[in-house]
């Protein structure tokens, strides 16, 4: 066998490199200190003497390998004072270990100077880490204490990497509060300077949340707040109530005594009450006592005895339209759905002149008509939910026909007879009935009580009213329909039927045997290109018959039910026949058709219906006026009886700028509401062009109901 020693069989003995000392060629070590006499080549692997300038077996150059571990040493040598001089104490040992480590004599040098540079450095890093610790503790001592400039004294010169993570939030939060409070002191200083009291105002407040204790900034504030009062106050003479407002915001929270608040509190009541009547379209009672509340709270401004007269004037006005319930006032009532919006008052197309009562609570009739005129069969939807058999052709088979609409709504009832003789030129309501449930039938407190709620109110109506042998129909709540809206191809009436199935079927995921239908399709146009719009609206065949045993229960048979967005669509279909007819659009070559929006604004919900002469569509949202009335009763601490009153009377309100604004903030969410479904709308028939918008429900009667929720922003 060779010898794996390539100096065996070249030389007796071998020297070694550390010490001189002969050794036998076959030796792994130097028998005289102990040090390696071969290693491997880096190339082959294969064993070289440490005297060796290349390797016999590959031709490898080993001096130059040496010469490369020589300049690799070096270089850990000259990172780990780099990483040092920047206190990164860890990874420059770590460096200098792996230098200190080597036995190999070749490299004596660079291992005494690593051990050396190790010394030095753990004698810097403790020093520098006691240091830090003393500082770290002056500085928490200083936080606790609230004193941020100490905080940042103490950890300044401590370097970056001996902090831990709590240091260094200690230190930026401190640093920003120090930054922060000197910026504000030179900002203070030269608004005061200037003599900006309001702004010194601010700034003196953010300045005390920084520095609550601080002496010269609480006596600077007294200063400060008793000269902006005296402004606000000189403001408030010359009745600008929106500089009084800016200048009283601007005294800092700690000079807010007893008198300030009083003032404040009067300026901001006068504030609102000014603001409430530049925007207002209509001149109605509700803001004819806010202008009253307004001279009262400002007996001296002639701007407040303006608008009383002004006013007085203008509700003594008929609108021109007898369907506008109130005079217009100053602002357009231009809406963001298109055309002008409007609460609704008395029909055009229905005779009203024997029942006054139409015109004293508007909005009020619009679904209790839509059934009456049903149960005449003067609609376009003309089936019902849960009627008769055969109720349709006797209706239509009558000479002579009267029929009762009753909207038994959350909150009361509104009932309409309506009579259409073949004299009449137009149906002609006979006789109304309305009645105010002591509480709306969802109130809290009111759980499970519906029915007898609603058994005692029909037999309380029943006592008053004759029906007669007239038609009765009575509403359906939406919330317990489904409705889909489509197009059919244009086919002819007699596959409507089945094609109406088939679309049930698909579109509703409830078997028909358990569901009553009401549909209705658009007669077959002249332009067969757009097919025919089709309605159908789904409820639970339990459900409508639960309805039916309710108004039964209180003496009341009806003849069928119908959901109340259809009743308002068709009521839209009788009544704004002259809307069809406007041909502005048609004569500009446009595709779409006059459309009329109808708002419904109930107790506990509020509807969109959108009603062209050639389709529908309608959605239910569900929030109403209800809501409006929890808010009242919460700020105000009063019942719900007596905040539904506040609801349609702010002036009333012992703080209307803070108690009312929770409504008006409501009321800006149902508006961002309305608006998307608004969308879907139009999505779903594209030739929807909004020309008239008219709101109904009692809702809508709240004060600034139209004005935030349809009207168009400025």
């Known amino acids: 066998m060779s010898s794996p020693h390539p100096a065996a069989t070249t030389s007796k003995t071998i020297q070694c490199v550390a010490c001189d000392t002969a050794n036998d060629p076959h030796a792994k070590f130097c028998a005289g200190c102990g040090h390696g006499l071969y290693e491997s080549c880096g190339e082959c692997g294969n064993p070289v003497t440490l005297q060796q300038k290349f390797c016999g077996s590959c031709g490898k150059d080993l001096a130059q390998e040496l010469a490369t571990k020589r300049a690799q040493f070096d270089r850990w040598m000259a990172t780990a004072v780099q990483k040092a001089k920047v206190h990164e104490y860890d990874d420059a040992l770590a460096l200098l270990e792996r230098i200190a480590e080597t036995t190999d004599f070749r490299f004596k040098s660079q291992s005494d100077a690593a051990r050396q540079a190790i010394d030095k450095i753990q004698n810097i890093a403790h020093q520098n880490r006691s240091g830090s610790e003393g500082r770290l503790a002056s500085a928490r001592q200083a936080a606790a204490a609230g004193d941020h400039q100490g905080v940042v004294d103490a950890l300044a010169t401590v370097p970056e990497k001996m902090l831990d993570d709590d240091a260094r939030r200690m230190l930026a939060g401190s640093r920003n509060f120090v930054q922060q409070v000197a910026g504000l002191r030179a900002e203070l200083s030269q608004t005061i300077t200037e003599k900006d009291w309001a702004t010194a105002g601010h700034l003196l407040g953010q300045l005390l949340e920084l520095l609550p204790e601080d002496p010269k900034y609480l ?353 839209a279909w009788h009544e704004f026949t002259d809307v069809w007819q406007q041909d502005e659009i048609k004569k500009a070559g446009s595709p779409k058709l006059p459309t009329v929006a109808l708002i419904d604004a109930g107790a506990t919900s509020t509807r969109l219906a959108l009603v062209s002469d050639e389709s529908c569509w309608y959605w239910t949202i569900d929030s109403g006026s209800e809501e409006l009335t929890s808010v009242v009763a919460r700020i105000t601490r009063k019942t719900k009886e007596e905040a539904e009153k506040l609801k349609f009377n702010p002036a009333a309100l012992d703080r209307p700028a803070d108690m009312y604004e929770p409504v008006e903030d409501k009321l800006t969410i149902l508006r961002g509401r309305m608006e998307k479904i608004a969308q879907e709308g139009s999505a779903q028939d594209g030739r929807f062009h909004v020309v008239a918008v008219w709101c109904f429900g009692g809702g809508s009667l709240a004060h600034a109901w139209i004005r935030r929720v349809m009207l168009e922003k400025k």
Request: with cysteine; charged share 25%.
């Open 219 to 571: 006596k600077l504030s007294q200063q400060a707040a008793a000269k902006l009062i005296k402004s606000a106050t000189r403001k408030m003479a010359r009745h600008d109530y929106e500089g009084a407002a800016r200048q009283l915001s601007a005294v800092p929270s700690f000079c807010h005594n007893a008198d300030y608040l009083d003032l404040a509190q009067k300026v901001g009541t006068i504030r609102w009450l000014a603001d409430q009547f530049p925007d207002e379209p209509f001149a109605t009672q509700v803001l004819g006592r806010l202008a009253v509340r307004f001279s009262k709270e400002a007996p001296h401004d002639g701007g407040a005895a303006k608008i009383i007269s002004d006013l007085s004037a203008k509700v003594k006005q008929r609108p021109a339209d007898p369907r506008i319930a109130s005079p217009p006032f100053r602002a357009r009532s231009k809406s963001w759905i298109g055309g002008d919006v409007a609460l609704f008052s008395r029909p055009a197309s229905i005779d009203t002149s024997e029942t006054p009562a139409i015109a004293t609570r508007p909005g009020r009739w619009g679904v209790a008509m839509g059934l009456a005129l049903q149960g005449l069969g003067r609609t376009r939807v003309k089936e019902l939910f849960g009627s008769r058999k055969g109720l349709l052709s006797s209706l239509a088979g009558r000479n002579k026909t009267k029929a009762w609409g009753i909207d038994v709504g959350t909150s009361g009832i509104h009932a309409v007879l309506m009579r259409q003789d073949k004299s009449d030129e137009r149906p002609v309501v006979l006789e109304t009935y309305t009645s105010t449930f002591d509480s709306p039938v969802n109130r809290v407190g009111n759980d499970g009580q519906e029915a007898l709620l609603i058994k005692s109110a029909i037999e309380s109506m029943l006592a008053q009213i004759e029906i007669g042998d007239a038609a009765v129909i009575s509403n359906f709540c939406s919330s317990s329909v489904v409705s889909r809206f489509l197009r059919l191809p244009p086919v002819k009436d007699k596959q409507v039927g089945k094609l109406v199935e088939t679309e049930a079927q698909r579109q509703i995921p409830i078997p028909l045997s358990e569901l009553h239908l009401v549909t209705w399709t658009a007669p077959l146009g002249e332009d067969q290109s757009k097919g025919r719009p089709t309605l159908i609206a789904a409820a639970k065949k339990t459900l409508v018959q639960s309805r039916i045993d309710v108004l039964q229960s209180g003496g009341l048979s009806v003849d069928g039910l119908q959901n109340e967005s259809i009743a308002l669509v068709n009521f």
